[in-house]
Nanobody, 124 residues
Framework: QVPLVESGGRLVQAGGSVKLSCVPS????????MAWFRQAPGKEREFVAGISRRGGATYYADSVKGRFTVSRDNAKNTLYLQMDTLKPEDTAVYYCAAEFSILPPLSRDEYEHWGQGTQVTVSS
């Protein structure tokens, strides 16, 4: 059983927007710090955004600051990533990650729980 399930990935034109969702399965969402990572072909998986367990603190990679917004709804057990002003270089498989922590780690090696990913493709 995959502990996290992402959805919302799609093909979009440059300048457009996409909203991703992530839902945990078998995990208590409010106990988890959450993050989004992405992996483009031929590249390593990189941190995109993270959010604390209660949602009060957020963190972003420099490449997405001002364009992406991470949020969570603990009542709905759902994590979101709103992606605006998309660029072709944002094309990647986007992964949701979770860790039993107050603040989200920035390193992928510190996350125990992962989803299977959702593809976002930005055309120029």
């Amino acid at each position: 059983q995959v502990p996290l399930v992402e959805s919302g990935g799609r093909l979009v034109q440059a300048g457009g927007s996409v909203k991703l969702s992530c839902v945990p399965s078998g995990l208590i969402f409010s106990d988890l710090a959450m993050a989004w990572f992405r992996q483009a072909p031929g590249k390593e998986r990189e941190f995109v955004a993270g959010i604390s367990r209660r949602g009060g603190a957020t963190y972003y990679a420099d490449s997405v600051k001002g364009r992406f917004t991470v949020s969570r709804d603990n009542a709905k057990n759902t994590l979101y990533l709103q992606m605006d002003t998309l660029k072709p270089e944002d094309t990647a498989v986007y992964y949701c990650a979770a860790e039993f922590s107050i603040l989200p780690p920035l390193s992928r090696d510190e996350y125990e729980h992962w989803g299977q990913g959702t593809q976002v493709t930005v055309s120029s």
